[in-house]
């Protein structure tokens, strides 16, 4: 565009349009406006040229003066290193000269003019002497350069040099035109030549090929002469003659040819010099002085200087060096330019930069255009920002702008003229331009100050060839990179301020800004919307193929980009990341326009500390220090400094001015940056500085064929916590009146950067946020301000965001752990001291530590290891070998099986993009599949189906008993199974809820509520399930994932004041809250108990329901009685302490599960995806682990002060309870604890089952394989959910649940083996060493445990011995008032009201017993009783009685275990699970006779009558309420029936007669009554008499009187005998078959009687 100036008429011109074309402006002029005194030093050009030696030949020999060569230059170098090289030539191809393709031997140039390359193998180097930038002068070696040649005799014109007849060599060369006209050429029109010094030929001089040595138009004769190349070397490595190739693509097999290399040829001088005896020859003759002479002559004339060789070069003044990731500052101080001199019209700013390529239009002579060619490096100047074209910007003021390098390169500035009415005003310019330049320093300074050849080569790089022909080595300078990827831009539009890639970058690979002052009164101009806004297909490949995109990559050097080297060679493109060196989104921002480095923006002079506040006062010892301290004042603060709490490093606070380029009042489809929402992440800053290779992808400064960007760094990084995600905080906006959610501005925004200052010189990012504040609704108003603040962490916070190594957090877990085992041991000393107890308990730590800690972790590892292996053998299928690698950051590494199945049934194709999708929704039905399946296997564990009894082999109802006992287990097992997938849904709800925002704001009032919950919950769960065994692995998933969701604290501190008050918690509960909870339930449930009466009395019908209601008033009486004794006694019961320490376990085994949980959620981050979603590091997961493995051992040390703590305050006996409930589960009769059926009916129902599993590691293993199946389940939703994954859609799942299924199989046979194989919970009787030492009162230390099961023998001796019956009797008879006097102790209130009825029968016979062994104080009150004389007969029949009362005794005691277990868990009339009593169907008598029929004539054999027994026995199991309704429909017929009791068999039906507790103690009150009315309240005293009974046959001598004398007796008194004979007598009718035989009438009836039956009943008839 130009303005005439006497005219206002604009004219425009172009000259790169198709048609029409108006011509270029020519630049009038060409100005260099550096002020080089304020400017950095200018670019050195280290390229060595060499252009020629002086003198350039010899021919005389070793003359003085011509021992050294000057050689003559540019770029040479003062230096320790600078060097000569000398290569002989041995032939040249003159083939472009000669027809006949000849060689010419010794010549070092082609007939072309260029440099042979058939060089001498050896080379030779001598120090180089400087003279000046342009001459070195070159000593001559003294070695033989002279190659032997084999001469022939013929004048093949092939070879240049022959010899003749006489040994003579002459030089064969073609003729000229005089000489074939004189005759002197030969036939083949070559001569020989045998002079030393020769004419050139006429096409050497018309190509230039002429030596002009030692004259014009002539050479030395190449066959008399050698030639030698001389190259320098200013550093001795790189030399002048070794050329620079850069190609523009490298690892193609097939080059596109679009673009050229660069080339920097070699230069050489070359030095002729006759061969020595021809040197010698000349000294012989009188033209010797004369060639000295000349010699010397042409010696002074070449040392004279050309301008063209060693004069001022413009073209490389004004260049300056700007290494990758330097910024350049340009200022221009145009202030005082003529007011109508216009900018693009009158001057302009001109920018070039190399290494840049761009095609030129260029015209022929008849300035025709021709096809444009690239020009390398590009001569047209870079594109200035928009915002300094302008024309609303001054251009009379100072302009800044800035250039920040992306990649090795130079740069230069001009001012062009082109306007010829303003050439006068060059001037004007001169000196106008100040150039500065800086560069990453403080994000790892370790070698800013440091010699380049004194660091290492890992800090260290090779300049690029672009920069440094030398390649020389600079500094590997490191700063803070930004990453950011397609997955930010699919949540948030994309940033507007995107790179420019390819050829974009062709003018030279750098990144033009404006720069203004924040005090400048410029307007911020942005840039057009369009011209910055990119569309989605910025991820997507830009050229057509996978080659063009090398060679573009690989030409403009580009690092922003996808593309992959396979294998093979071959190119594939995948876009996903890349590295900025600048912050996204932050654009349009005065001093930094729309890049913005951030080692630019923290390292800045701009920097301040924070302004006065209560926060930071101003005598805040900060402020003794600058914002960026010196190198040697920073202070970091390592783990172990703990008198050094604050850092001293750079603390940088400033603020920008910026303004928006979207349009504000358009709203997009996605959010915009702006508009995102709290815990959004905009971009991610990587937290350790990183050097050239990590940001370009390149192994080198050039390219290479495995180039693949900035993405190589990302996908090589084996943890996504090396990216710190800048997080948005929205939070102000809650605040705006309205809402603020569409069309809402923050105009105020804090970019707040932590860091970790390592050392002296490292940092490391640690967390990054943008707060959003100061909205408003205005879309007009484009201003906004950016408030940065760039401050270290101090020791506490640096703790908290896990800065430090393993070493300290473990010493921190162990101080805590120790703290709280320390509260622990002063809580249970604070109870000790205040305990009401006569005599306290001791602690005994150490045993009470080996009664929980091995059963513990011994069932977790048994019950976790074939989880765990499912799992490895699931993942191995879905993740490949990958999926052990702990905080992979890609996903998609490994092999994945399923790739190439599609997602869904209506899919035609596999989408790559949705690959990581697919995979973790399939994890997560594996997960869920797993959850099943181990859901199912710990139904069965916890409800296990015990061996059926065998009497169903022949009896229906037994069999139909037994069919309802497995139809109760597997209703039981349903229950179990639904109540834990249910829970499971419940579960994945809390997981749900703690993914808001606030959870962790709000994390103690979260904590409060799930307390609550649980409760509630946990009565729920009770209330289902019935039994606190099946309960316990549902509730100890909840509060497994209770501490899960603890994870989600906003910070560490936050977490482990959690488990502080977790701790806190966990105390109340067990010592206050859980003892009392349920009481207090029970007492709210007698509330609404009383107010239910209460209505029903109330009833208008309470009179027709009289006595139901009084039933029931009595029943609820008894009941509510019963509640209140269990309160005021429940301390002296085991209930409380079964309650109690079940939850404990449960804790514990929750404690065990957290480092498994949390390893899992490592393992598979990406697929559950709840760590990301919480902000925690993949490193910070390991110090999660950490800290859950750390305090177990202190946790457990816990434990045992509160449960001493327990027994103290409640006076349990808990010690004694775990002693031997360790008793019992060494003692146990079956492998599986489970499997016994005998369970203690003296406790609470709902708490049989758990005591009889005895808290042992069987416990512990089916605790931890039930509650992994509902977390499981839990993570396996999660992934599902997160994926939005159909699982019914999938063709994936009809694989994958018979693979579960088959995994879960094929572990559980193994581990099922392998415990057989290993006797792993193997019964050792022998071994009872345990339990003979508690008997002996020993108290239980595992420091002496193999001590004791040493003692296995003798133990077991006494053992058997002190079990037996009779020391047992012996024992009762000497200790029976001591028993007496500790039945207060051994009995609890509950047991005495349960099993009251039974326990008075039994203190009677004792306390009878007990008064026969004691004496009475008065003799006197003695009674004498007669002697009771029995004839034979009556002996015979007592002893016939108490033979059989021995013998079934005895067969009673042999099959009562037998019996026992028989017993059903439930009432089979009631289904009641309360008194149950077993009864066999048929009775021992029945049996014996049966028995003794089939083993007649044998002994007694307990084994066959075992057998036996278990043969041919039935069982029915009824409850003492049913028996006793029986009984009193029984007593009911009889009373209202015939009272001969005979039925219409003609047998009575007299059975006996069950009583209940009240009829019972009515009865007993009775009879005592009666008693004490009679005797006395002393009762009866009998005395005994001795008499003496023969033992024989006969009658005896001594007659008794009472036996014959008549007795009188009243008609009831008969009435009652009559009864009981007719009864007697009906037994035994009806157990010899008595009414049958006679209805059979075969034979007499008496005949069915043996001789003792028919004695026994003529006695009973008289």
């Known amino acids: 565009m130009y303005s005439l100036l006497d005219e206002n008429v604009t004219k425009y011109f172009d000259s790169s349009a198709g048609h029409n074309a108006t011509g270029e402006i020519a630049v009038l002029k060409k100005i260099l406006p550096l002020n080089a005194a304020s400017s950095i030093s200018e670019w050195n050009n280290d390229t060595v040229e060499v252009f020629r030696s002086c003198p350039s030949y010899n021919i005389l020999g070793n003359v003085e003066k011509l021992e050294y060569v000057n050689v003559i230059g540019r770029n040479f170098r003062d230096s320790p290193s600078l060097k000569c090289r000398y290569t002989s030539c041995i032939a040249s191809n003159w083939s472009a000269l000669d027809k006949n393709n000849n060689i010419v031997p010794g010549k070092c140039r082609n007939g072309d003019g260029s440099i042979t390359k058939n060089l001498s193998s050896v080379s030779f180097e001598e120090e180089g002497i400087f003279i000046s930038k342009t001459r070195v002068m070159c000593p001559l070696p003294k070695s033989h350069f002279f190659q032997g040649q084999n001469l022939s005799e013929d004048d093949e014109p092939s070879i240049k040099c022959k010899k003749d007849a006489s040994g003579s060599t002459y030089y064969l060369q073609e003729c000229k035109a005089s000489a074939i006209y004189t005759g002197k050429c030969g036939g083949n029109g070559y001569m020989r030549v045998y002079s030393l010094i020769v004419p050139c030929s006429d096409d050497e001089n018309l190509s230039g ?125 145009f202030a005082n330019l003529p007011p109508d001199m216009k900018y693009d019209e009158h001057f302009k700013i001109a920018i070039f930069a190399r290494p840049s390529r761009c095609n030129d239009s260029i015209c022929d002579k008849k300035r025709k255009r021709i096809p444009d060619m690239e020009t390398l490096p590009c001569v047209q100047p870079m594109d200035l920002p928009t915002w300094f074209l302008d024309p609303s910007v001054s251009k009379h003021q100072l302009v800044n702008l800035t250039m920040l390098a992306l990649d090795d390169a130079i740069f230069k500035a001009e001012i062009h003229i082109v306007h010829g009415s303003f050439l006068a005003s060059a001037e004007y310019f001169l000196d106008s331009m100040v150039v500065r330049l800086d560069s990453p320093k403080r994000s790892d300074s370790r070698n800013n100050y440091r010699n380049i050849a004194e660091i290492d080569e890992s800090e260290k790089r090779k300049s690029s060839p672009f920069l440094s022909w030398e390649e020389k080595d600079v500094h590997l300078d490191k700063f803070y990179g930004v990453k950011y990827s397609a997955s930010n831009s699919l949540k948030i539009s994309p940033p507007l301020n995107m790179p420019p890639r390819w050829e974009q970058f062709k003018k030279g690979r750098v990144l033009l800004s404006m720069n203004t002052t924040r005090e400048s009164a410029t307007p911020i101009i942005p840039d057009g919307l369009d011209d910055v806004r990119v569309s989605s297909r910025f991820w997507d490949a830009q050229y057509p193929t996978n080659h063009l995109t090398k060679e573009a990559t690989d030409t403009f050097a580009e690092t922003f980009h996808g593309l992959l080297t396979e294998t093979k060679g071959q190119q594939s493109y995948n876009f996903e990341h890349m590295i900025l060196p600048y912050l996204p989104f932050f654009s349009n921002c005065r001093e930094f326009d729309s890049y913005i480095p951030l080692w630019a923006l923290v390292e800045s002079d701009s920097c301040k500390l924070p302004r006065t506040s209560l926060e930071f006062p101003e005598m805040w010892w900060r402020r003794d220090y600058p914002p960026l301290p010196h190198q040697d004042e920073i202070q970091p603060v390592g783990p172990f400094d703990f008198g050094t709490f604050y850092p001293i490093a750079d603390w940088c606070e400033q603020k920008l001015f910026c303004q928006y380029e979207e349009n504000l009042a358009q709203p997009e489809v996605s959010p915009r940056w702006f508009e995102a929402s709290t815990g959004q992440p905009l971009f991610s800053i990587i937290r350790d500085p990183i050097n050239y290779y990590d940001y370009t992808g390149k192994t080198k400064a050039t390219a290479s064929p495995d180039d693949e960007g900035g993405q190589k760094f990302v996908k090589g990084v084996k943890s996504s916590d090396v990216f710190v995600p800048v997080k948005v905080d929205r939070s102000a906006a809650n605040g705006v009146e309205g809402g603020c959610t569409d069309l809402c501005f923050p105009r105020h925004m804090s970019l707040e950067i932590s860091y970790y200052q390592i050392d002296q010189y ?70 000790r001291v205040t305990t009401q107890l006569e005599s306290p308990p001791r602690l005994k730590f150490v045993a009470r530590f080996w009664l929980t800690f091995p059963q513990a972790i011994f069932g977790f590892i048994l019950g976790i290891i074939p989880v765990f292996a499912v799992t490895c053998l699931v993942a191995l299928l879905l993740k490949g070998n990958s999926f052990m690698s702990v905080g992979a950051n890609d996903a998609s590494t490994g092999t994945d099986v399923f790739s190439s199945i ?53 009896d229906d109802k037994a069999y139909a008993t037994q069919n309802t006992k497995w139809m109760h287990v597997r209703w039981k097992r349903s229950n179990m199974i639904y109540t834990s997938f249910i829970m499971g849904l419940f579960l994945v709800v809390i997981v749900e809820w703690s993914f808001w925002n606030s959870f962790g704001t709000y994390i103690w009032e979260a904590i409060i509520a799930l307390k609550v919950v649980n409760i509630l919950v946990s009565r729920v769960v009770d209330e289902q399930l019935s039994e606190s065994l099946l309960s316990a692995p549902v509730m100890t998933a909840m509060g497994m994932v209770q501490t899960l969701v603890t994870l989600s604290a906003n910070d560490f501190m936050d977490f482990l004041l959690s488990y502080v008050v977790e701790l806190g918690f966990l105390i109340l509960e067990r010592m206050y809250t859980d003892p009392g909870q349920s009481a207090f339930l029970e007492w709210i449930g007698s509330i609404f108990s009383k107010l239910k009466r209460f209505a029903q009395s109330m009833n208008t019908h309470r009179n027709c329901q009289k006595t139901k209601d009084k039933a029931l008033s009595i029943g609820s009486e008894t009941k509510s009685n019963v509640n209140g004794a269990d309160i005021v006694e429940k301390s002296e019961t085991v209930e409380p302490i079964l309650d109690s320490y079940g939850s404990y376990c449960c804790d514990t085994m929750s404690m065990f599960y957290t480092p498994f949980v949390i390893f899992l959620l490592m393992i598979f981050r990406e697929e559950m995806a709840i760590p990301a979603i919480y902000g925690i590091k993949e490193k910070d997961m390991e110090y999660y682990v950490l800290f859950a493995l750390v305090i177990i051992p202190f946790q457990f040390a816990t434990d045992i002060f509160i449960h001493g703590s327990q027994e103290l305050f409640h006076g349990w006996k808990l010690y004694d309870y775990l002693m031997y409930t360790r008793y019992r589960f060494l003692q146990r009769e079956a492998r599986w604890k489970g499997l016994e059926d005998t369970l203690d009916e003296c406790i609470d129902e709902s708490l049989r089952s758990m005591d009889q599993m005895c808290f042992s590691s069987q416990f512990y293993m089916m605790l931890t394989v039930h509650v992994n199946g509902i977390l499981y389940l839990v993570l396996g939703l999660q992934m599902m959910i997160r994926a939005k994954y159909n699982m019914f859609g999938d063709p994936v799942t009809l694989i994958l649940i018979p693979y579960v299924g088959l995994c879960v199989l094929l572990v559980k ?140 005794i005895k067969l009673r005691q042999v099959v009562q275990p037998l019996i026992l277990r028989a017993r059903s868990p439930y009432c089979e009339q009631c289904l009641s699970q309360k008194l149950l009593q077993v009864e066999p169907l048929v009775d021992i008598e029945h049996m014996d006779t049966q028995f003794k029929l089939q083993h007649s004539g044998d002994e007694f054999n307990q084994a066959k009558w075992k057998h036996f027994w278990q043969k041919h026995q039935r069982y029915r199991t009824l409850c003492l309420p049913c028996i006793s309704l029986s009984k009193q429909k029984e007593r009911n017929a009889a009373l209202s029936g015939d009272p001969t009791g005979l039925n219409d068999s003609g047998y009575p039906e007299w059975g006996a007669v069950y009583l209940d507790s009240s009829s019972r103690d009515i009865l007993q009150f009775w009879y005592a009554s009666a008693q004490e009315h009679i005797f006395g309240k002393e009762g009866r005293q009998r005395q005994k008499a001795s008499i003496d009974i023969s033992d024989d046959e006969a009658e005896d001598s001594v007659r008794i009187k009472w036996p014959r004398e008549e007795a009188n007796f009243s008609a009831s008194s008969k009435e009652i005998a009559t009864i009981w004979l007719r009864t007697a007598r009906s037994k035994l009718q009806r157990d010899i078959g008595w009414v049958e035989k006679l209805q059979s009438k075969k034979k007499p009836r008496r005949s069915y009687l043996n001789a003792l039956e028919r004695k026994f009943l003529r006695k009973t008839e008289r």
């Open 209 to 333: 090929a002429c030596d002009d040595t030692p004259s014009v138009g002539t050479k030395l004769n190449p066959c008399l002469s050698q030639q030698i190349l001389i190259e320098i070397s200013n550093n001795g490595k790189m030399f002048s003659g070794n050329a620079v190739v850069v190609p523009h693509v490298v690892g193609l097999d097939r080059d596109p040819g679009n673009f050229n290399d660069y080339v920097v040829p070699g230069t050489h001088a070359i030095y002729t010099k006759a061969r020595s005896e021809i040197a010698a020859e000349l000294s012989k003759y009188q033209q010797h002085e004369a060639l000295k002479q000349m010699t010397m002559s042409d010696l002074s004339i070449c040392m004279t200087s050309v301008f063209e060789e060693e004069g001022y070069r413009a073209r490389e003044s004004g260049w300056f060096p700007l290494p990758f990731m330097h910024r350049a500052h340009l200022s221009f101080d």
């Open 902 to 954: 599609v997602r869904h049934y209506m899919d035609s194709k596999v989408d790559p993009n949705l690959s990581n999708g697919m995979r973790q929704g399939r994890m997560g039905l594996a997960f869920s599949i797993m959850a099943a399946y181990s859901i199912m296997e710990g139904s069965k564990i916890f409800v296990p189906k015990r061996k059926p009894n065998q009497s169903y082999l022949f």
């Open 762 to 831: 490292t940092k490391r990012i640690v967390d990054a946020v943008v707060v959003y504040e100061s909205f408003d609704k205005d879309p007009t108003n484009q201003n906004y301000e950016v408030e940065v603040k760039f401050y270290p962490l101090d020791y506490r916070e640096l703790i908290i965001e896990f800065a430090y190594g393993h070493e300290i957090f473990l010493l921190l877990f162990s101080l805590i752990g120790g703290f709280t085992v320390f509260m622990a041991g002063a809580f249970w000393a604070v109870t």
């Open 1309 to 1448: 046979n193994t581990v099922i083996w392998l415990g057989y194989r290993f006797n792993v919970w193997r019964i050792k009787h022998e071994n009872t060493a345990w339990h003979a030492a508690l008997r002996a009162g020993q108290d239980f230390d595992g420091g002496d445990q193999e001590m004791i099961q040493a003692a296995s023998h003798e133990m077991y001796t006494m053992d058997q011995r002190i079990t037996s019956e009779t020391f047992r009797h012996k024992f009762l008879k000497h200790n029976r008032s001591w028993i007496i006097d500790q039945l207060p102790n051994i009995l609890t209130p509950r047991t005495l009201r349960r099993s009251r009825p039974y326990l008075i029968g039994q203190f009677t016979k004792i306390l009878n017993k007990l008064n026969k062994d004691i004496s009475s104080d008065s003799e006197e009150e003695q009674q004498s009783f007669e002697t009771v004389a029995l004839n034979a007969p009556s002996r015979k029949l007592l002893k016939f009685w108490l033979n059989q009362a021995k013998r079934r």
